[in-house]
């Protein structure tokens, strides 16, 4: 396992390594002086930021900004590529938080600066690798598989447990009761903060939860049961009125599909 912190005292401004992380370890939050783009290879990660909480497949990837709290979670064993890049770096200082699909082209970019380890200088062409890296996640469509968190506390320690077991199947009073208010007051709040009901947000986190599990090799049934549906053809319509494809279509287009 290895860290930021590794880095030598002086790196180039771009710099990574690949990595592999247990299977239910945590790094609890913390920042980077630098951005960071993860590209997971193998296994299943939770991501969590102040606002936002992505669930992260193999192909997938992620882009943080310089100095933005966040923690990770490992679902499963996690095999990745991650690439520190300083802010001062030309066009990484305005890129925003994103999730998005590792494109081959992004792949092998980052392939090239690993390859280089920790020493090498900054010439012509390790500048056009970087600078061309950053312009792939610039143009990289955002992928819509995350959870918006919300700003009040109350509602974000809710939040934050039906995340942590998303198959749970206590009613919209119960929760209200956990956050210490009324049903009417949860609810009004609910739609003000997320910008949706309680309901459609709860249904969005199943499905995003979803697509992981079945991504890493869970059974389609074994997910819908789980996470609380009475049938797997009620969930296949939720996740493909969410996702435009089904759950078996996602699982044949996984990059773990030869695996399964």
Known sequence: MKRSADLPANPPPVVGFADYYAGGFVDGFHTHERAQLSVFMAGSVTVTTHEESFVLRPGQALWLPAQTLHQATCRTDLSFQVIYVDPDFPGAGTLPCKMFDASSLIRGL??????????????????????????????????????LLPADPRMRRVCEAIIAKPGDCHDIDHWAREAGMARRTFTRLFQSQMGMGFAAWRRRVRVV????????????????FDLGYDNASSFSSMF???FGVSPRELRANSPMAARL
């Open 240 to 242: 493909h009125r969410t």
């Open 110 to 147: 980052m392939d090239e600066i690993i390859a280089m380890s920790f020493e090498f200088a900054m010439d012509s062409r390790m500048s056009t690798i970087a600078g061309l890296l950053i312009d792939e996640v610039e143009r990289a469509s955002r992928l819509a598989e995350r959870v």
């Open 209 to 224: 939860e979803a697509a992981s599990r079945i991504a890493t090799g869970q059974s389609i049934a074994e997910v819908a």
